[in-house]
């Protein structure tokens, strides 16, 4: 490039820069479930505001959720609640029901409801936008059998239990409690004896549990017969 007096333009210039606009729309970088399923973290990745100028506070209506899987459902698809911290939404759960663990719970900003500062829309479908629901379904006893001779009862369970609230550790006796009925029977009381794996009728025998079972043989000591 030159002038017409054929003097070549210098190749380092000023005022030569421009800074480009930001067309980047602001995201879901990360969500945290509360251990209760009570509520959900949202964090965006810069402030975000309800309205195209740069303006508005988001309000729980400015989220959608869905839920898949699973037996507990939503009662509505808008949060129940909203708390503001930063970049941070924690929005209330409406759920109905109770989750068995196998809930996946979705998070979206609405249509034309969540904007950056430059205007620039959160996209309805998101990334880093799911999470599991946390089982409290409470185990419970399905069946329990006697065995001929009164020797054993064998129960079955309606998940993997564990004696601890880690998730390790086979059943043992101290995790029951038996309540004996005489009625007009001339047995006077029962006990457990030992807690087993349901793998032999000879309680010296059978296996020891490790944790997670869903079925065990509880070996029984009768007083009188």
Same mark, same amino acid.
């Given at each position: ?94 759920? /109905? =029901?109770?989750?068995? &663990?196998?809930?996946?719970?979705? *998070?979206?900003?609405? !249509?034309? +409801?969540?904007?950056? %500062? ?65 009625? /007009? =029977?001339?047995?006077? &009381?029962?006990?457990?004896?030992? *807690?087993?794996?349901? !793998?032999? +009728?000879?309680?010296? %025998? ?20």
């Amino acid at each position: 490039i030159s002038n017409i007096k054929k003097i070549e333009i210098h190749t380092s210039q000023s005022n030569n820069t421009v800074t480009l606009n930001d067309l980047s729309p602001p995201i879901i970088t990360s969500v945290s479930l509360a251990t209760d399923n009570s509520k959900i973290a949202v964090t965006m990745s810069e402030a975000v505001f309800s309205t195209n100028g740069g303006s508005g506070i988001l309000e729980a209506s400015d989220f959608a959720f869905t839920i898949s899987g699973g037996v507990a459902t939503l009662s509505s698809a808008i949060p129940s609640s909203i708390d503001i911290s930063g970049n941070v939404y924690t929005l209330g759960i409406p759920l /109905s =029901g109770t989750p068995d &663990g196998n809930e996946t719970l979705t *998070v979206n900003p609405v !249509d034309d +409801s969540v904007y950056d %500062i430059l205007g620039n829309e959160a996209s309805t479908s998101q990334s880093n936008n799911t999470v599991k629901l946390n089982d409290e379904k409470l185990p419970f006893i399905l069946s329990a059998t006697l065995a001929v001779d009164n020797s054993y009862i064998d129960i079955t369970v309606s998940e993997s239990v564990y004696n601890t609230n880690k998730g390790t550790g086979g059943l043992g006796v101290s995790d029951f409690a038996v309540t004996f009925a005489q009625n /007009s =029977g001339n047995a006077t &009381g029962t006990t457990i004896s030992s *807690v087993k794996q349901n !793998d032999h +009728s000879a309680e010296g %025998i059978a296996s020891a549990l490790v944790g997670g079972e869903t079925k065990f043989r509880c070996f029984l000591t009768i007083t009188g017969t």
